[in-house]
């Protein structure tokens, strides 16, 4: 099954941290087991979708939230 790591600076704007890694299922889906900001799982699911395999959702303070797909 695959997954998606997940880090970045949401909850502490001056360090990076590791979310987790949570599964995809067969739809695209991201499992909901970490809490982040509105719309940061729908833009990393629409990045998949497209065929990215990681990248970078900057949300409107600034902070960043950096996942890499692993299949």
């Known amino acids: 099954m695959a997954t998606v790591r997940i880090s970045g600076n949401w909850r ?3 360090k990076m ?3 987790g890694a949570p599964s995809i299922d067969e739809s695209g889906q ?5 809490k982040l900001p509105a719309g940061v799982y729908e ?3 629409a ?6 395999v990681e990248g970078t959702v ?7 939230v950096q996942w890499q797909l692993d299949r």
């Open 12 to 14: 502490n704007p001056n």
């Open 58 to 64: 900057v949300l409107p303070d600034g902070a960043r």
């Open 47 to 52: 990045a998949i979708a497209g065929g990215d």
């Open 30 to 34: 991201i499992e909901r087991t970490i």
């Open 17 to 19: 941290e590791w979310g």
């Open 43 to 45: 833009a990393i699911e």
